[in-house]
């Protein structure tokens, strides 16, 4: 009788909540349904070298590590969820992300066409030239907005954003605070439409026709900072005088995206008002980027042809901001993207000062049941990319003097220095069912002085990339690399310094082997011959556990750039053991 | 009476479910049509959701050695393969030509904000997962070796041979 009495209220109450409903199809009570997520991901780095990465006390530090732990909890309408990091002892190369704490913290209510998050967002306007939000952890990037983010979807084809907020810089302000009290950074407030105006018009939509149109505008509003590096301006009296940057700056961009068929046509531009920052060498005048691309892509075919300029195009939330810190804008470089060890040895950071880019890919796959071709067919790729700074129309002035002015006046059309070339060819042919095989060449040009910071020449490279994938058993799986990397100054030519910067030719040898689908077991060499003539071996040995991974390694990796996505750090030369962990709940 | 009370008790555990729910944010697939996991998962058929960039070798390999079997399987189970790019800013524009190039008859989906990515907590490419017919995730795993895509139709045939069952 008493047990009758408890439970039929809760029974009642939990279905009046619909927090549980037997009756209900699976879709629907799974929406009743509140679920979690649970992700832990570990980077760590053990030191053997007693000469390398010392502490301010000129010890050896042994340990680092970069920690997250991500929750989510997802429901019908509410999403909530938070990242900590922990990282007392960053990595090498990722001391800026010195810290702990929570570092991400939002709560998401959705209902019919409205969206609206409050805490940390990510995000991005077009393709980013304007604004984007977004964590990458092997650079240690992570410029989260926080504050409210609302997403409009009320009929098809429309989107409309709308956000406002504070971006993260590490771990410089209080738990739930918006801003670092001493130095504050700027507040942004944006808006971004974009609208597939092809679903609205009938005979677009049923000719297959699509045609879409963004318009995006954002601002920055950031107070003057006593303590930025100043420019002292002398006035007609003598007296010093001291910048005070523009406390409102306004971003505003557009972008189309044309698609019929095989043929794709898309562009997007954008304009700074004036925002004399660090980076552009607190110079006056307006910042402009714009970007055409064009492709032809039909069955076994494609072609692919883009530019993109961009002038003075580097925006920060800190006008006194360094390094990755606080990027309101992301421009990738306009290049491929390259993997292999060698090619990516020195890869281009996108110049948002100034540069004008071009590129440029094909593809196309051959027929297959061919004599020539072969049976399974034998697949080209041809790219080329070359990348050039603006033309000044006046060449005599020096940088230095250009503080406090509109800064140096560029032509839009004319190509200056060169700062970087791409260009290669790549064949892939299956041989067998169990063998197949990549066979690639790349020339690439890089202006060291430009990218890199250091040096006067442009290193000229060829490089040549065999790869070959062995299917041994329905077990075991073999894949192997050789690469050479040949610089066009060698031997006498070069410095003992160059050579000790490890100019000159480089082998590249990997072996992989891969057992059961779960453990991939890998040996690898980086060779500079031709330079400091030193080896830089690696063994790994990686092991899946459902939907976990671990990744032990032990070895020499080289001193050199990290890029990922046009923006790069410095990585030091490590010598040591390397855990990577990735769980998932 | 007790039949009563342990029905209650048994729906109380399934307040929190351990099967974490698909993330919900719209994306774009390579014709412009804006869709949702949910949507496209859980429909009946099975689906290797499969998240690659056109720079990612590893993830073109395994996708291109699927397309040779891809018909053989849908054929044997009915199998779904959803392609997610999570290329970034301008790299958007050359997933179509890759795609076209390699014949694939995937489904393509642009995840260039990284929405995807992140809410399914992926921390490299390629990253496969394989879902039921009824939307269970059944597989998770990141890495391409050749050979491991037999990995992937194997699942597929135990889960639709315990659901005969």
Known sequence: MKKQFFLTPLLVGLFATNIISPKAEAQEEKDNLFSYRIALQNESHYNLRKDNLLDSNGKPMRFMSNNYLDLWLQSKYLDAGTRVEYMPHPLPGLEMTKGYGVANIFIRGRYEWVQLTLGDSYDQFGTGLLFRAYEDRILGIDNSLRGAHLLLTPFEGLQIKALTGVQRNHFDRPLLGFNNKEHARGILSGVDLNAQFSQWIKPLKENDYFASLGFSFINKSERDNKDLKNIYLKNEAGQTLRLIGPLQVQGYSGRFLFQKGDFELSGEGAIKTSDPNRNNRYTYKNGTVAMLMASYATKGMSFLLGARRAENFDFRSDRGATLNDVRINHLLPFTPQESYSLVALRPYATQAQGEWAFQSEGRWSSPKKSSFWGKYGTQFRLFASYITGLKPLETNTSTTEEEGTLGRENAFWGLGTKYFHDYGVEVTRKFTPNYSAVLSYYNQAYNESVIAQHGTDIVQSHIWVYEGKHKVSSNFSLRTELQYLHDTKTGEALSDEQKEEERGDWAFGLIEIGIMSDWIISLSDQYNLGGGKRHYPLLSLAKTFGANRVQLSAGKTRAGINCSGGVCRYVPETSGINLSVSLNF | ?165
């Not at chain 2, 007790?2 to 029905?7: A, E, F, R």
């Not at chain 2, 290797?48 to 993830?59: D, E, M, R």
């Not at chain 2, 008859?105 to 260039?112: G, I």
Request: aromatic letters at 8%; one cysteine or more; hydrophobic letters at 40%.
């Open chain 2, 1 to 165: 009476m007790k039949k009563v009370v342990l029905v209650a008790l048994l729906s109380l555990f399934t307040f929190v479910t351990i099967q974490a729910q698909l993330p919900k944010c719209p994306v774009q697939d390579i014709d412009g049509k804006k869709v949702t996991l949910p949507q496209l998962i859980g429909k009946g058929k099975p689906v290797i959701l499969s998240f690659f960039a056109t720079w990612c070798k590893p993830c073109i390999n395994e996708l291109t050695t699927i397309a040779d079997y891809y018909e053989d399987w849908q054929e044997e189970t009915g199998v779904e393969l959803i392609a997610v790019s999570i290329d970034q800013g301008a790299d958007v524009r050359k997933v179509k030509p890759l795609v076209r190039s390699k014949e694939w008859s995937y489904q393509v989906l642009l995840d260039s904000n990284g929405d995807l990515k992140q809410q399914l907590s992926i921390p490299a490419v390629p990253t496969v997962f394989v879902f039921s017919a009824e939307g269970k995730q059944l597989y998770r795993h990141t890495g391409y070796t050749p050979g491991s895509e037999q990995q992937l139709i194997r699942i597929i045939r135990d889960s639709l041979k315990s659901t005969k069952k």
